[in-house]
Structure formats: structure tokens, C-alpha cells
């Protein structure tokens, strides 16, 4: 009888036991579905998935690359690794280059693409060069997240080229990404190494199946010699702590003004594009230097607004730390007073 008390009490000790709860990046992730829907993965799972090769039909991962020029500001020239096709295209080894990286399920010829594209050529002469990646357009996001290092690696052998033997000048080289593609980017800046690469734009880069404490396998702020975040949707599709020299938490960095209910966060997460987009046309967004990242979720940094704004020339050379930046609930977005 005291047999069966004992286990019986064993019984309810364990079913007391509280589950873990689930902190999205810290134990595991809520790892988005092709319906918008979210799907709970551990971290011990994940690193099972993220490990398994990928399916025959989905391990192609080919990289392209299309540069627009204010020559062609609308149709892209494909270019390759190769003397004949960067010369015969509008490539020009005196203006400065951006590269732009989308994410998951994207594709070169995206709004953000346009969007970004089309800022920079209005600031002047631009190789602006857009990367295309064919993993990302897989249906599966781990499918996708398992392409990244192989797209970024592809990505900082082009910038190699480019700069090896058309004399492309790494000290005015941009790269930006969305979401998937801001860790691209981070792989690219591995590839190339030693923070060659001057700058790194991370607008809003993805959180499911990315770790804080694993800056080998993300973007991080050892990518390039400056590299700059744009938060907006911390939490759910995007980071919440700081992973950039710099780190921006637009309206605190998780939700937008004017997205509405946003649950699946699709449109706070889109709008780090716009908002970068409008900053780099009007120069408009103020910003208020916070203590912390907690002080800037929290939006208790003050009101007095900083010297500092998003995506200019200058910040690589000055800026550090976290801000929290004020928006509109629509275009335009940016404040600056």
C-alpha cells in the first residue's frame, strides 16, 4: 500500500511540474507557415531541422544579381562573375554600390526592391545591384533559413569580385536587407571578413530560428565596420534585442502606428522598408538616444531628440548604441522635431 502512495504522489509531483514557457528566440520560436499562421518549434528541434538536408527539390540556391544605374533605372542587367558582363553593363567603378537583399519568399523585381532601387538612383549615381536568391522562394521557412549562409557566402564572393577586379571601393559599399535577407547580408560581410564591407543595413532582420547568442549565424554587428538596425517588429517576425552597432526601435520597435490589429505582424514588418525607403529620400526621421533597448521598447528614453537620423552618410563614423525614433501612422512617416 505505501508502494502505490508513494508513486501515486510521485504521479502529481510530475504532472505539477510547469511547463516551460515559451519565450519566442530565447527557448524556441513561432516559425511562420505559407497561411500566416505560426507553428511553436523548440530550439532542440529546431537545430534537428535546421541540420536534415533539405529536399532534392528545393536545394538549388542559385544566386543572381541585377544592377540598375540611373542609365537603367527600371530594368535590371543581369550580371555575373565575369569580365565581359560587368563591362559591357553600366556598372561604373566610381560610383559608390549598394547591394539590396530581399527576403523570404521574394524576389528581385519585389516592391522593396523598387522601393529602396528607386530612393538611392534619386540620390544620385548609384550601382545599385539586387540580389536575387532562389531559396527563398521555397514555401517552407526553414527551407528558406537553411539557404541563408549559402546565399550571404555567394553574395560576399560577388562583392570580392567586383571590388578584385573592376576596383568596386569597399569604403562606400552598402549592403541592405530585409527580414531574411538582412542575414544574407551578415553572410556576405562574414565572406568578405575583416569589416571590410563598410556598411550593413538590417531592416527588420528576421527572428524565427535566428539565436541572439549565436552571432556566427546571424547578422551581428562584426559583419562590416558600421552596421545599422531597423527595428519594427520585435518579437514576432522580427529582432528584439540589439544586434547592430546602431539599433533604431521605430515606435519601440515591435508594432507600427496605422497596421492595425497586425497579429502576424506582416505589415510592421514591412514597414522597415518604407521607412528606410523615405530616409534615405527626405532625411526625415528624428531620433531620441535611449539608455538602453529596454528604456527604448518601453519608449522612456524622453523627448529630447538627438543629432542622430536614420540611414545617414555620417553614422557610420559616429554612431553607436539604441534609439527610439518616432513615426507617422502614415506616409510620410518620418519626424524630426
Not at 46 to 70: G, H, M
Not at 198 to 215: N, R
Not at 277 to 287: I, K, W
Amino acid at each position: 500500500m505505501k508502494v502505490i502512495v508513494v508513486l501515486l504522489a510521485l504521479l502529481v509531483a510530475v504532472i505539477a511540474l510547469p511547463i516551460e514557457e515559451r519565450v519566442n528566440g530565447e527557448n524556441g520560436w513561432y516559425v511562420p507557415q505559407e497561411d500566416g499562421s505560426f507553428e511553436w518549434i523548440d530550439k532542440r528541434e529546431a537545430e534537428v531541422l535546421l541540420k536534415s538536408p533539405a529536399p532534392v527539390e528545393v536545394r538549388s540556391n542559385d544566386v543572381s544579381f541585377y544592377l540598375y544605374t540611373q542609365s537603367n533605372p527600371t530594368e535590371g542587367q543581369e550580371i555575373t562573375a565575369d569580365a565581359s558582363s560587368v563591362e559591357n553593363s553600366y556598372f561604373d567603378k566610381n560610383h559608390g554600390t549598394r547591394f539590396v537583399i530581399h527576403g523570404w519568399k521574394g524576389r528581385y523585381t519585389d516592391s522593396m526592391n523598387v522601393d529602396i532601387t528607386k530612393a538611392w538612383l534619386s540620390k544620385g549615381d548609384y550601382n545599385v545591384i539586387v540580389v536575387n536568391w532562389d531559396r527563398s522562394q521555397s514555401v517552407d521557412y526553414a527551407m528558406s533559413v537553411r539557404g541563408v549562409p549559402e546565399a550571404g557566402t555567394k553574395v560576399g564572393e560577388m562583392i570580392e569580385y567586383l571590388h578584385e577586379h573592376h576596383d568596386m571601393s569597399l569604403e562606400t559599399l552598402k549592403v541592405i536587407g530585409h527580414s531574411l535577407g538582412a542575414h544574407v547580408a551578415g553572410y556576405a560581410g562574414k565572406q568578405v571578413g575583416g569589416k571590410r564591407v563598410h556598411t550593413i543595413v538590417g531592416l527588420d532582420p528576421a527572428l524565427p530560428l535566428f539565436s541572439y547568442d549565436t552571432p556566427d549565424k546571424r547578422l551581428s554587428s562584426e559583419d562590416a565596420f558600421y552596421v545599422e538596425s531597423i527595428q519594427t517588429n520585435g518579437g514576432v517576425k522580427g529582432f528584439v534585442k540589439p544586434i547592430g552597432k546602431a539599433t533604431f526601435y521605430v515606435s519601440g520597435g515591435k508594432k507600427q502606428p496605422g497596421c492595425g490589429v497586425d497579429v502576424a505582424g506582416t505589415c510592421s514588418h514591412a514597414r522597415s522598408v518604407l521607412y528606410y525607403a523615405e530616409a534615405v529620400t527626405d532625411d526625415s526621421f528624428g531620433t531620441i538616444q535611449c539608455q538602453d533597448y529596454l528604456t527604448a521598447l518601453a519608449n522612456e528614453c524622453g523627448s529630447t531628440f538627438s543629432n542622430v537620423r536614420i540611414a545617414e552618410e555620417k553614422n557610420a563614423n559616429s554612431v553607436e548604441g539604441h534609439f527610439y525614433v518616432p513615426v507617422n501612422s502614415e506616409a510620410p512617416f518620418g519626424i524630426t522635431e
